[in-house]
């Protein structure tokens, strides 16, 4: 019971620490280069595996709405379930869960080695400031990696679900590609993104935040790991909770 | 000792099942709050959602409820426990395993006969199962209660209007049961994996604690679509 109280106050626990990180940023100008090169890191050695999921995304959509055109000869209905789930609702939240675990866990992955090695503590005695050429440049380049390879998993998804369906449920292939343009509206791609944009900037709030907290050896360094692919889970989920009444 | 060792493994088939219950606390017991509250998070959020498009699209809100209860059994309430389980136990095994293979723990331990491959990864695949088979079940519970909550609130959808459990029928059980199996074998598998893989400093456990979590999720999203498609051809009949 103590354990499930406890458990009430998760989100509160990780994202305060998110709220007063991107506080400290605000102001603070990234370093073009690093922002550039960390960019790469998460954004475009990340695509294959975006496509990957996005693909299994859009086979699962294209299952599920296959039985329903089945079952309820909906077939006028199906472009807009496609389109709805997978630029709207379950793609946002599954790629969001996706970044939680390649760009979140290898930020704290990094971080935290360079913590443990006392990188960080080299750049200040240097007389370095970390802010500007460690931890925004992270941070932006997650937010801005997540929108792209949402927009990524977005294509992926949606050309899975289309040949999904129609192989599927024998829907004609031109037909359901106009019940999905006339279901479906720009504004659910524009929602989609924001959601991925503020799940992936949470995520690099909360992996960043619990990278520079590792201290200690090697464990210190699989922990931050565990510690931030939890939170930015939790954050992305209760984020997804807050975006219902926001979009 | 290692002639013995080796003798007793090769009659014994290596269940190791004592073994795992000590790992099942860590996987299922301690997870408990982190899936009850993301999934009744969830929950709320996809309940919401689909009220208001369902009143945008056809109207009322009283037909989403089978809907509902079908796609919370059967897909989001096993997939989003999975991931959550990935995120909080395959990252620790992979970064358990993986700080005693740097550590050349695991070496030692095969220096003095043990199997470390087979005694690290077993007890946690009979871990993830259970624990899994057990979570899976609370993880829908919480789906289905907050998202009941949320209509009931919201639209006045009273809960004998929106519940439907007679509109489940075994197969969609069978689905949600096979998920949970193979959910709670592939993450610590894919995780130990990862964690044994590693090599080099503290930068290797980080790293295969990454691994292990993306690895996971991908695999996770696969095998779903690998048991939804099964399901759905069953349901056609095209399969048996």
């Known amino acids: 019971m103590v354990n499930l109280l406890n458990g009430l106050f998760i989100p509160i626990r990780w994202l305060l620490p998110a709220a007063r990180l991107l506080r400290r940023l605000v102001g603070v100008r990234p370093d073009f280069r690093e922002t550039i090169y960390q960019l790469e ?103 801005i990696a997540g929108v792209a390879l949402f927009s ?83 954050g992305i989920v209760t984020a997804n909770f807050a975006c219902t009444w926001v979009f | ?57 056809i109207g009322t809100v009283e037909v989403l409820g089978p809907e509902y209860m079908r796609l919370t059994v059967t897909e989001m309430g096993p997939v989003i426990t999975a991931l959550m389980l990935t995120m909080r136990v395959g990252s620790g095994i992979a970064a358990e395993i993986a700080n005693l293979t740097v550590s050349q723990a695991t070496t030692a331990y095969q220096v003095f006969g043990g199997r470390a491959q087979r005694d690290l990864v077993i007890p946690r695949i009979w871990a993830g199962v259970v624990g899994c088979v057990l979570l899976v079940p609370i993880g829908v519970a919480s789906f289905l209660l907050s998202g009941t909550l949320a209509v009931a609130l919201w639209f006045d959808v009273p809960q004998e209007e929106f519940l439907f459990f007679r509109h489940l029928d075994g197969l969609d059980l069978m689905c949600a049961m096979v998920k949970a199996v193979l959910f709670g074998a592939v993450i610590p598998f894919i995780a130990a994996r990862a964690g044994l893989a590693a090599r080099g400093g503290s930068g290797a456990v980080g790293q295969a604690s990454a691994k292990a979590v993306v690895h996971g999720t991908v695999a996770v999203l696969f095998i779903d679509l690998l048991v939804a498609t099964v399901v759905a051809m069953l349901r056609d009949g095209r399969l048996g």
């Open chain 1, 41 to 143: 890191h998460f954004g475009y050695q990340s695509i294959l595996i975006v496509i990957a999921a996005g693909c299994a995304v859009g086979g699962i959509v294209a299952v599920h709405a296959a039985t329903y055109v089945a079952n309820y000869s909906a077939g006028e209905l199906a472009g807009w379930a496609v389109g709805y789930a997978t630029l709207r609702e379950v793609g946002p939240l599954l790629t969001g869960l996706l970044l939680a675990g390649r760009v979140g866990a290898m930020n704290a992955a990094e971080l935290a080695d360079m913590r443990v090695r006392d990188q960080i503590r080299g750049l200040e005695a240097l007389g370095l400031d970390p802010m500007p050429i460690v931890i925004a440049p992270r941070v932006y380049a997650a937010a």
């Open chain 1, 152 to 234: 990524v998993a977005a294509i992926a998804s949606l050309v899975t679900a289309v040949l999904g369906v129609t192989t599927a449920s024998g829907l004609k292939l031109m037909p359901f590609l106009y019940s999905l343009h006339d279901g479906t509206s720009l504004s659910y791609l524009f929602v989609g993104q924001a959601k991925a944009g503020i799940f992936a900037l949470i995520v690099g709030l909360l992996s960043t935040h619990e990278g520079l907290q590792a201290s200690g050896g090697s464990s210190a360094v699989g922990r931050a790991v565990n510690n931030a692919a939890v939170a930015s889970a939790v």
């Open chain 2, 1 to 57: 000792m290692a002639a013995q060792t080796k003798r007793k493994t090769g009659v014994k088939p290596p269940w190791l099942v004592g073994q795992g219950w000590l790992h099942l606390d860590h996987l299922a017991v301690s997870s408990l709050p982190l899936i009850v509250v993301t999934l009744s998070l969830a929950g709320v959020a996809f309940a919401r959602e689909g009220a208001i498009q369902a009143q945008m699209i």
